[in-house]
């Protein structure tokens, strides 16, 4: 019996290539999310008006949307749902280099001051729970459906499960996000109280703009998908 050990497959590098944009798109989300955006919308929106206000997370963290339906579209739900849960972990890991470093001593007379440090990378409790749990729901969500979707279609119409997944989860992780993180928890007791107007002007900023980047990304999804299968073709899975 021959004991030699078969040589391991290195990862396609679509898959790689994919995951890293996932994870660069998340942390990126979670250091943002501490500045407020303001843009002006060309016609008057429902509770908004034409000011539409929404955390700077909003515009990476929909490309991790993006990046989510691209890997099920060609590695599969299992593969999409490990890729989601795995960064909703490595979202305690950020959480947890950050503080540290935010504790740590820091050198005296430096340029950036550590309190200003410290306020604009650090996140409010409230915040830090509702991103997180807005993450768990509505990036599993997003994978589940998109699958649905694909089998229902027998593997046509990618627009449609890219629009139709990505628009629904984005709705549910806003109306989850602001809601808990500007509302339920508040009202607890635990952060700031805001006006009822103020949180339901803030979700539709977010899910206007959110939408809005839905539509747009979809010639993205095909041509992400179709270059990574042609990059892909006769190489075997892992």
């Not at 995951?19 to 509770?47: D, H, I, N, R, Y």
């Not at 503080?99 to 200003?116: E, K, L, M, R, W």
């Not at 009202?187 to 109280?193: C, E, K, P």
């Not at 339901?200 to 839905?214: D, E, N, P, R, T």
């Amino acid at each position: 019996m021959s004991n030699a050990v078969e040589p391991r497959r290195a990862l396609p590098a679509g898959a790689v290539a994919l995951a890293a944009m996932f994870v660069t798109a998340l942390v990126t989300a979670q250091v943002t999310a501490s500045k407020l955006l303001l843009f002006e919308s060309p016609v008057g929106l429902p509770v908004t008006g034409t000011s539409l206000v929404l955390p700077g997370a909003a515009l990476a963290y929909a490309l991790t949307f993006l990046a989510t339906d691209c890997y099920t579209e060609l590695y599969g739900k299992r593969a999409g749902q490990v890729l989601v849960n795995v960064g909703f972990l490595m979202n305690f890991l950020l959480l947890a280099l950050v503080y540290s470093t935010i504790a740590a001593p820091a050198v005296p007379g430096q340029p950036i001051d550590p309190a200003n440090f410290a306020a604009v990378l650090s996140q409010s409790g409230p915040l830090v729970v509702a991103s997180l749990a807005a993450y768990l729901v509505s990036q599993n969500y997003d994978v589940v459906v998109f699958h649905k979707l694909k089998e229902l279609t027998d593997g046509e119409m990618l627009w449609l499960r890219n629009v139709a997944s990505t628009g629904t989860s984005q709705a549910i992780d806003t109306v989850i996000f602001v809601g808990l993180g500007f509302y339920v928890l508040p009202q607890l007791g635990f952060g700031a109280t805001y006006e009822v107007g103020f949180v339901l002007s803030l979700i539709v900023g977010q899910y206007v703009l959110k939408l809005l980047i839905a539509l747009v990304d979809t010639p993205f999804v095909y041509l992400i998908t179709g270059a990574i299968r042609r990059s892909e073709e006769g190489v075997a899975p892992v």
